[in-house]
């Protein structure tokens, strides 16, 4: 009964939540759009200025991968690419990730939702410092981290899926014309195709949890649902009460799987090397990041690889067709290069970045 009272008040949720799926039409590089982007050649690439070096470096690292006669050749079975997601080939930036997003929309705009005193209160503390980017303190941010699911305890993942695919439907804030399922970099979705194309197994290797990740890029990215390594939900059962999973007998007649509502198992830093060895079973070749949060996969990519290799961070630097943070990107770009790391700067070499009707609200 309980369970059915869920869904009724989901399906509400999702039919009538008034203006946020009512937005106008994007501008922005539709998902069928994105999904169409098919890269084989280096004549192919439309989203890239011409004197791209990032472009350059990686159409020559490719072309020698897939050259038998080459010193550099890769043999395809090693040919293993990982993207961190956020900031690296999608939004954000208007004003943050696409999850903690999604967890204000619940908490303070979602009729259906009645969230606790303490974490509706939370949540208007913090919204100010989200949309002002004026930073969270440590223990604000660890406190955002145990809510993005607390605030789903009881749904299936069929549920938490579909309230995902409505969220997707809005605008992102601060970007004009852009809802938040087309918020993809175009240029970074034409090296994912590039490199599946040359018998490349890209990963995505996300701090964002899974659910959520496989929902957003589904039919849009060249990535399968089991090449994605992300933050774990953790899950239960209707029916498990205090047993621990591997002593609970599940019986599919009596009882459903749902979100526990315990903090995700965040996929960040070292723990994405973790994620690599667990999922993959093989060091990367190429890496692809935009922050520290992405440090622990763009490091082993280059440690005693056997391999020709690279790691590249993405700099959002574009303060005109995005919300880019100069100074954040100077410093960003100054530790890579210390590192070895190469940088991909979004004002110098995307020649778009989510379509040409995208342009800032505020510049």
Known sequence: MKQKKMSALLMAALMGAGAWLTAPASEAATREEIAAIRVESASDFRYWNDDSPTKRKLVRFVEDAVNPKSPRFIPVENRVATFDMDGTFYCETAPYCLQEMMFFHRVLEDKTYQPSKTMAAFAKKIQPKILNKTGLSPEENKRLVSYLTKAYEGMTPEEYGAYVRAFMRTNEIGLTNLKRGEAFYL??????????????????????????????????????PDRIAASDFVYTSTNMGGEEPDQHFYDRHKEKIVISGKPLIDNAKTRKIFSILNQ???????????????????????????????????????????????????????????????????KDEFKTIYGDGVARANP
């Not at 599946?196 to 039919?219: K, M």
Request: hydrophobic content about 40%.
């Open 187 to 224: 240029p970074m979705v034409e090296i994912m195709s590039y490199l599946t194309n040359h018998g490349f197994s890209v990963y995505i290797d996300s701090a964002c949890g899974a659910a959520t990740t496989r929902e957003l890029v589904a039919g849009v990215i060249p990535v399968p």
């Open 280 to 346: 993959i079973g093989k060091k990367p070749v190429l890496a692809f990041g935009n922050s520290m949060g992405d440090s622990g996969m763009l490091e082993y990519t280059l440690q005693d690889n056997p391999y020709p290799c690279a790691s590249f961070l993405v700099l959002c630097d574009d303060t005109e067709r995005e919300l880019g943070n100069v100074k954040k990107a100077e410093d960003l770009k100054k530790f890579a290069l210390r590192r070895g790391w190469d940088t991909i700067s979004m």
